[in-house]
Structure formats: C-alpha cells, structure tokens
C-alpha cells in the first residue's frame, strides 16, 4: 500500500523552536476560566468535546486494507514476535492468520475502531495554546469579544513541566492514519493529535496533551502549574472596568511577578 508522506511530528523538548511565551485565551466570566489565574490550573480537555469535529478524531483506517496488506500485516507480526522461524514459516502463520482474522470483518472492524476511540477518549486530553496573543478572531472567539483576558506562560517551564508538547500543522486534507507496518506508532500518534485541517490555522496553536492507562477524572485532567510558568496577563480591551478590577485583585500574591498588560 502507498500512501502520501506527511510530515507531522511531535519533537522532544530539547528539539522543538519554541516562542517566547504561548498563550491561553479565557473567558472573566467563566468561574472554571478564573482558576487559570487564582490556582494556576489549566485544564486537558477530552477530544469529544473539541468544537473541530475531527480534532483527534482520524483514527487509523484497518477498512482501507486490502487482503494483499492483511497478508503483509501478519507478516510483520510473525517477524517481530517470532524471529527464530524460518521464511516459510512466517509465510505460513502469515496465510493462516489472513483467512481468520477479523479484520475481514468490515462491521467488526468499525465496532472496534469505535471501542478503541472511546478508551482513548476517556484516557487522553490536551490544552491548547497558542503563540499569537494580537489575534483578533481568537480574542473574539475564545475570550468574549475581547472582554475576556489571555495569560501568557513560558513554554521552557511549562512544557517540561507538562511532558512536552509540539506545534500543530495544518492541512487541506487530513492525513489518512494506517496501522503499522505503514505507519509506526509515533507517526500514528503525531498525524491524529498534531495534524489539524486549514480551517483552523487562524489558532495558530501549539498544544500539550496528557495520557494516562485508566480513565481520567476531572481531577485527573486538572493539573496545577508551578507559579513560575505564569508570566504575563493581557486584559482584553472591551472588559469592564468592574472585571478588570476583580481580576487584579483576584492576582494571589505567587503571581505577584507577573507582567499585566491591556489589548490595544
């Protein structure tokens, strides 16, 4: 099977160019927005409640495999668990495994795909950032027509802090997603939470995600950041001057270095 090389990659901390300071737009008004600034939480959010209806949702595409890559699959599998044996042997497994697999069941397959969304779903979740804090969709979009605020953070403490992260790349089409021997693992997991359609390139986003082997609570997906992380408060320009009071006075003293600033 051929398919189109797309380069997506989520690159180690050492590795990866990162901007000065990424940024989250937020909504005053919103208590669950407020803790970014009075707790220093942020929050990974579970992929079915992204707006993007496809946003780490191209799953890998077992339906396109035709019985030449079944065989080929199989193949593979025999090699890597079974390296002693002999080429007809491997030849042999990899027949056999072809005619009673289930991945010639098309209705099995889809059910599978599905159950498998769902588990990730519910153990995966990211927060998405940004490197552009003079965006005016964005401010329009995510922080209220500019009544909103958007906090700056130092990506060198927070995305170690967090495990890593990487900056999202944009396509007319998605990529299409095949199980190994086409695509490894890593590349698997950078084309489904790093690739995103040009709809969507105004976010200019990075992002950072957190995965965990059983489901995450709310708790789970709320993580504390180190005060240190937090650099820079920008008040949009359409906040009442009531909001913009609160908000400063809502500043706890671990924040007292953060620069404030307000939308021009």
């Not at 990899?94 to 991945?103: F, I, L, V, Y």
């Not at 010639?104 to 599978?112: I, L, S, T």
């Not at 489904?192 to 789970?220: C, G, M, N, V």
Request: include cysteine; proline fraction near 7%; aromatic fraction near 14%.
């Amino acid at each position: 099977m051929e398919t189109k090389k797309i380069i997506v990659s989520e690159k180690t901390f050492e590795e990866m160019e990162l901007p000065e300071t990424v940024y989250k737009y937020r909504v005053w008004d919103n208590p669950f927005h407020k803790t970014i600034i009075t707790k220093q939480e942020v929050f990974f959010a579970a992929p079915t409640s992204f707006e993007d209806p496809l946003d780490c949702k191209n799953l890998i595409r077992y339906d396109l495999l035709t019985d030449e890559d079944i065989y080929s699959y199989f193949l593979m599998d025999s090699k890597e668990k079974y390296p002693e044996r002999t080429r007809q042997q491997h030849r042999a497994y990899a027949r056999e495994w072809s005619k009673k697999t289930p991945m010639n069941d098309k209705k099995y397959v889809k059910e599978r795909v599905e159950q498998d969304f769902k588990e990730y779903d519910e153990r995966f979740g990211v927060l998405s950032l940004t490197a552009n804090p003079t965006n005016k969709a964005m401010w329009e979009k995510y922080a209220n027509n500019h009544n909103g605020f958007v906090i700056g953070f130092n990506p060198l403490i927070m995305f170690p802090y967090l495990g890593g992260g990487g900056a999202v790349s944009y396509y007319d089409e998605l990529p299409i997603i095949l199980p190994r021997p086409w695509h490894s693992f890593e590349e698997q997991h950078n084309y489904q939470i790093f690739a995103k359609l040009s709809k969507w390139s105004f976010e200019e986003e990075y992002r950072t995600h957190i995965f965990r082997p059983d489901p995450l609570t709310i708790q789970d997906r709320t993580i504390k950041l180190p005060p240190e992380a937090i650099t820079k408060i920008i008040i949009g320009k359409n906040m009442p001057q009531e909001s913009v009071e609160n908000l400063i006075e809502s500043i706890p003293a671990e924040l007292s270095h953060v620069q404030i600033e307000y939308e021009k």
